[in-house]
């Protein structure tokens, strides 16, 4: 994509092959990053428009806020804990609203790079970039194997991973497993913000994180999705609810 100016504002253009696009799924999008409540944050999609000349379909957004997550991790250093702790409670909010409404079909399938996320100063969340909200499953499949071939691929929740290897749509399409899959996203990127670690670090005895994210994070990076602890649900976990202090070694599965 490249910015242009559209006075007042600036604007980003992105443009993706039609076959790795959901068009239904992103005129939604173009109403509920309006309307639903929850996805505020989310960089406002202002354009949807096929070009069939070039087999390509082009979409305008406003310009994201702040300094990707990425690029703030790479002169700050790691999220503090309290940082985290807000930002994944953030991360879990928009998580809960995109899959509060199952009709909606809107999903980040699991795809989420951190040059997406955007922080503020404080390292609080100020936009993200919905891209992975755009793809069709045959989109999705595509960015995951790029994933796939690199180290980003330890953050693939593992139903999507093995969908993309095999072909197999139906691990991804249930509404639940969609839902699942962006918890479990929303988890890996909190956790490598906090520790710079992937989720199959997690039992790693060197690992110290505060007992009550410790707890937090075995559920929401379970394995099988169908036992996944759930967006909604980790909102109202204590590290997210109520929290109070306590560090020690992650030793153990809860």
Known sequence: GRVVEQSPNFKILLALPDWAVDVPRANRLLLYTNDLQGLQKFCRLTRVKRAPRFNH????????KGASLESWLNKHGPLKDEQSRELC???MQIMASLHRHPQSTITLW??????MVYLGPRGDLVSMIPVSCLLSFAGAK????TLCNSMTRRWLPPELDTAILTSD????????ARS???TFLAASMVLHAMRQVAPDRLHDKQLVLPESAA?????VLYMDFNWRLTSADALHHPWLDDYQPR????????
């Not at 595509?142 to 194997?145: P, R």
């Not at 560090?247 to 809860?254: D, F, G, I, K, N």
């Open 180 to 182: 699942a899959a962006d």
């Open 142 to 145: 595509s960015c995951g194997l």
């Open 57 to 64: 379909v082009v979409f305008e957004c406003d310009l994201p």
């Open 110 to 115: 699991g795809l989420l790079h951190p040059s």
């Open 169 to 176: 749509r139906s691990l991804i399409m249930d509404a639940s």
């Open 215 to 219: 707890d937090l994070f075995c559920k």
């Open 89 to 91: 409670r953030e991360l």
């Open 247 to 254: 560090t020690r070694p992650m030793t153990r599965h809860v």
